[in-house]
């Protein structure tokens, strides 16, 4: 990765805007690739203990480090209260013992019970970290409650105020708001795409990031967020958002809440259900007059490549008046086999020259920027995944 220089003044800013809330619009004119926000998260929390295992299982050991989450290498450090956790050092053995994996955590995460899903295992999971932050830091606990989201599936929020509550003294209410605000503001930090889990990407961590929780959804993003769990050194668990394309002073800076090769109706169901609102962005503005069945739009989405091949992202509008995105997806798509991340150029030079590379924040692929839809890209061409 290259972290390129960090800018010493905020990029961003943060506003609010009728309808959408809390928003964080560019705070002078940013260029492709620039770094927009570094942040480190307010808690972490597994989403699973390990991808071999029943999801419901509480008692496997992990294939990553209980404390910070980079993949285990070479002689892990069991932790010696639970079954459960494993780290990859002394160093995060001793670190997880004074927060997440203390005597008393390790002891109520090995009592309980089987849970009937991952989802219930991840919220538990959850709680128990917002249990830890409210007694190891109440200032950044309160930062959590002001983050978005207060309703939650009463169901869910009444079986785990059931488990959890005697444990943590959260009442329904509290339990409830803390879900919805996991459900709102968690960013999930993907395992890295290797060959064994092409068909399927599993998330190894959740984490709750206070600035990046302020960025909103637009189904055609100008800034994707970067992690890179397994880098060495301090400040692995940070995330960093990068604009994809030149961003105007004054815009807002929106982030895709998914992978941005989902068809209308599977981004609309997540975002009421998960986000609570619907969606009415220049893409899907268009897109909700497609007819059924025009989702995988393979003939229209060739000719959408070829046609824009070359084109500069700027003439966004101008496009094929049925697919006007189609150079989002030519140029910002990856089209590495079960990717379909999001690719945003490298930081500029110091200099202030573009890199002349783009990233893929999903399987970290490279590609030259002007080599999209052409041989320079692996000469696979460009794919359409709509
Ligand atoms: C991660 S928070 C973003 C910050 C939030 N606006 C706030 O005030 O804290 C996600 C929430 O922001 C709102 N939001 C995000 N994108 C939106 C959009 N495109 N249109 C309307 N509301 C949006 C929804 O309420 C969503 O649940």
Redesign the pocket.
């Known amino acids: 990765m290259a972290a390129g220089n960090l800018p010493t003044e905020p990029l961003v800013k943060l506003s609010?805007?009728p309808?959408?809330?809390?928003?964080?619009l560019a705070s002078r004119h940013i260029k492709a690739g620039e770094i927009l926000l570094s942040d480190a998260p307010l808690l972490l929390y597994p989403a699973s203990p390990t991808a071999s295992a029943p999801s419901s299982s509480l008692t496997s050991t992990s294939p990553f480090c209980s404390h910070c989450f980079r993949s285990l290498r070479s002689d892990p450090v069991p932790c010696v209260f639970c079954p459960t956790a494993v780290f990859c050092s002394t160093r995060c053995l001793s670190a997880g013992l004074s927060s997440f994996h203390s005597p008393s955590l390790c002891a109520i995460l090995a009592s309980l019970p089987p849970l009937p899903n991952s989802d219930l295992l991840a919220q538990s999971h959850f709680l128990l970290a917002a249990f830890v932050l409210s007694s190891s830091s109440p200032a950044n606990f309160h930062l959590l409650l002001s983050?978005?989201?207060s309703d939650a599936s009463q169901e869910d929020a009444i079986f785990l105020h059931f488990l959890l509550g005697p444990l943590t003294g959260f009442s329904l209410e509290l339990t409830a708001a803390l879900i919805a605000k996991d459900?709102?503001?968690s960013f999930g930090l993907m395992e890295p795409l290797r060959k064994e889990n092409a068909g399927g990407r599993t998330v190894r961590a959740y984490g709750i990031y206070p600035k990046?929780?302020?960025?909103?959804?637009?189904c055609l993003p100008n800034a994707c967020r970067f992690d890179y769990l397994d880098r060495d050194g301090d400040g692995n668990t940070s995330i960093t958002i990068r604009a994809i394309h030149d961003i105007p002073e004054g815009r807002e800076v929106?982030l895709s809440?998914f992978p941005a090769n989902w068809g209308y109706a599977e981004r609309q169901q997540r975002?009421m259900e998960?986000?609570?609102?619907?969606?009415?962005?220049d893409r899907c503005e268009v897109e909700k007059n497609w007819k059924d069945g025009d989702e995988g739009m393979e003939e229209e989405e060739d000719e959408g490549v070829e046609g824009l091949e070359g084109e500069n992202c700027e003439d966004e509008g101008d496009g094929d008046a049925d697919f006007p995105h189609a150079y989002f997806f030519v140029r910002y798509v990856c089209d590495q086999e079960n990717c379909g991340g999001t690719m945003a150029p490298l930081p500029p030079l110091p200099e202030g020259t573009p890199s002349g590379l783009l990233e893929c924040n999903a399987c970290g692929w490279l590609k030259k920027e002007e080599g999209f839809g052409g041989d320079d890209d692996g000469g696979d061409g460009a794919m359409l995944d709509v």
């Open positions: 609010n805007i309808g959408r809330g809390r928003a964080l983050l978005d989201g459900k709102r503001n990046a929780s302020f960025f909103n959804h637009d929106c809440y975002l998960d986000y609570g609102f619907h969606c009415s962005c």
